[in-house]
Every structure is written in C-alpha cells, then in structure tokens.
C-alpha cells in the first residue's frame, strides 16, 4: 500500500475518533415523565434524575409539559423558586435547551408553586477534555485521575498507521 493511501486511511479513522467523541446527546428531561410536579412534594426528584447523567457543551435538554414552563435562572432564583427576569424562558409544551458552555445551569417552573413542589433542576455541564499531555506531567485531571489513555490511544494509531503502510 503506498504511503498516501495510509496516510488518508488514518486522517479518517482518527476524524472517526473525535467525530463520535464530540457527538451531542439529547436528553428527555425526567425520562417518562417529563418535566411535571411529582405526585408528593420532592424537591430532589429532577436532581437525581439529572445526577444519573452526565451533560457537556453541546448536549440538548428535551422538557415535555402541559400547561407549565421553563425557566433557566440564577441560584438566588433558583433558591427562592422565584424569577421576575430568567435568563431564558418557554412555555409551548416542548422545549428544547442547549448547554452552550460548563458549569451550572439553574431551572425552575414557571407557574406558580409548582417549583416548591419539586419542579426544579440543577445541571452540571461538564469543562470540556483538556489536551493530552506530554510524558512528564502528571497534574491530575478534574475527575482526579492523570491523563493514561492517552498513550494507548497513540500506540495503538501508530500501530495502526504502521500495518497500513505494510
């Protein structure tokens, strides 16, 4: 095999790699249930429900609801289950959010007393994976854990690159 047809063999296979590794997933909010006030007041049910997932940039929330709404707030609001002024607000009975960057994303109902009852969520949205690094760094990562997979992943494409030129 001459070498530029190896050569295109591995931008594809590794555009392979990064293509499923960056692909977003679209969360459907509470699962089968949707986003609607649990039957017995729980302000924990969508946090546990989010707590079971793990969110990064790009990612969608997918919220189905009857007559109620969406609001992304601060934590002030978020604590107080109260909002004169979201950051972002629907109300057609299937919206569909974007987690645009890390960190907290703050969400309560709209309509009155249903976030005291446990219509309310925090989101996580993950810091995106840092480069790999070189050989001689071992800070950890932000799950505490130092970046070994890595070499692995380079050992087994140069391997691979290597059966293709043969």
């Known amino acids: 095999m001459d070498s530029s047809k190896a050569f295109l063999y591995l931008v594809f296979f590794l555009f392979s790699l990064h293509f499923f590794t960056v692909f977003a997933t679209e969360f ?16 924990q049910v969508y946090d546990q429900w989010a707590g079971k997932n793990r969110f990064k940039i790009g990612d969608t929330l997918s919220f189905e609801y009857k007559k109620d709404s969406v609001l992304v707030v601060t934590k002030e609001e978020y604590e107080k289950c109260k909002s004169s002024h979201p950051i972002f607000f629907s109300n057609n009975g ?25 219509l309310k969520m925090i989101i996580k949205v993950l810091e995106p994976e840092s480069p790999p690094q070189s050989a001689n760094q071992t800070s950890p990562t932000s799950s505490g854990t130092t970046a070994a997979a890595t070499p692995t992943t380079m050992a087994f494409v140069v391997s691979l690159f290597g059966a293709l030129l043969y």
């Open 28 to 43: 459907a909010v509470g699962g089968d249930k949707g986003w609607a006030v649990p039957k017995v007041k729980d302000d």
């Open 94 to 118: 299937k919206t569909i959010y974007k987690l645009e960057q890390p960190g907290l994303y703050y969400f309560i109902s709209g309509v009155s007393g249903h976030c005291e009852r446990g």
